[in-house]
């Protein structure tokens, strides 16, 4: 038996959203900060991003926070931080992902993005590491996401919960990406459940059907935010082709290197598209 807390999401009997809340309100009282307006989740390679986008006024662990767990994996960050941009606007920095193929169920994977909209947060920015599809990115790439395909057969909304996705990945945001950075390519989002990548056969249907990218986190996380009511702005940073596009292996070795690579650049792209919100 393990001599971790037990987590409250474990509990099927609690309900997420409450327990979203409790978040809310202790990231409130550890950073001071009553409401924070913009959210950004930063996957690999994106983790300079907080650094630059503002000062930061507080750090938190994020498994000191209700809901949330220690990060699974080496190179992803698992703190929450509150961060003062230029503009006097709050924002959360979550560096802790929960994925889906850790397999503590959907509730886990989404809880960041609740406590984000329970937080006060009504833009969420949701970026990644992912491989790429079309020939022409080569690592280092950041993609605007423009639409998904859910692949993991799964969903974090709960019961006869209808929700409409047209435009989850706002039209309005991608414009203002867009304007920071005019070539900035687009793409649709394929989240595969991982946490074995693909073979090339599963890339190739992947592109059949209209995707772009593939990836292991965002669709979920997407959802429940458009649930939550927030705007969503996705973001993928192409470290490796997709498995068969690239001759060789992919290797999480090289996805960390791509990442840490082009991390200056991305951040300082995501900073100003921060700025301009
Ligand atoms: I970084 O090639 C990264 N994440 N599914 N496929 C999937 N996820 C990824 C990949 C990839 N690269």
Not at 20 to 25: K, M, S
Not at 59 to 73: D, K, V, Y
Not at 123 to 141: C, D, F, Q, Y
Not at 149 to 169: K, M, Q, R, W
């Amino acid at each position: 038996m393990s001599d971790a807390p037990r987590n409250l999401l474990d509990d099927p009997t609690a309900d997420p959203f409450d327990v979203a809340l409790r978040a809310a309100n202790q990231i409130a009282e550890r950073t001071g900060v009553e409401r924070h307006e913009i959210a950004l989740t930063l996957g690999s390679g994106w983790g300079k991003a907080a650094e630059l986008i503002g000062e930061t006024t507080a750090t938190i662990p994020a498994h000191e926070i209700e809901g949330f767990s220690r990060p699974a994996l080496e190179g992803h960050v698992g703190t929450l931080r509150s961060v003062l941009l230029p503009n006097g606007k709050r924002a959360l920095v979550i560096g802790a992902r929960t994925h889906y193929y850790e397999g503590h169920g959907v509730r886990r994977v989404v809880h960041s993005v609740r406590t984000a909209a329970a937080a006060g947060a009504e833009v969420m920015i949701l970026t990644n590491g992912a491989g790429g599809i079309r020939e022409s990115w080569s690592p280092g790439t950041p993609v605007l996401i423009s639409d998904h395909i859910n692949l993991t057969g799964d969903s974090p909304l709960e019961g006869a919960t209808f929700v409409d996705l047209t435009d989850l990945y706002s039209a309005r945001l991608r414009a203002i990406a867009h304007s920071i950075e005019t070539d900035l390519d687009e793409g649709v989002y394929c989240q595969f459940r991982g946490p074995h990548y693909e073979t090339p056969a599963e890339v190739q249907m992947a592109k059949t059907i209209g995707g772009h990218i593939v990836g292991m986190s965002t669709a979920l996380e997407a959802i429940a935010a458009r649930q939550a009511g927030m705007e969503i702005l996705g973001l993928s940073l192409i470290t490796n082709l997709a498995a068969g596009i690239q001759s060789t292996p992919l290797s999480h070795l090289e996805v960390l290197e791509a990442g840490r690579d082009a991390e200056p650049v991305i951040s300082a792209l995501l900073a100003r598209i921060v700025g301009a919100l």
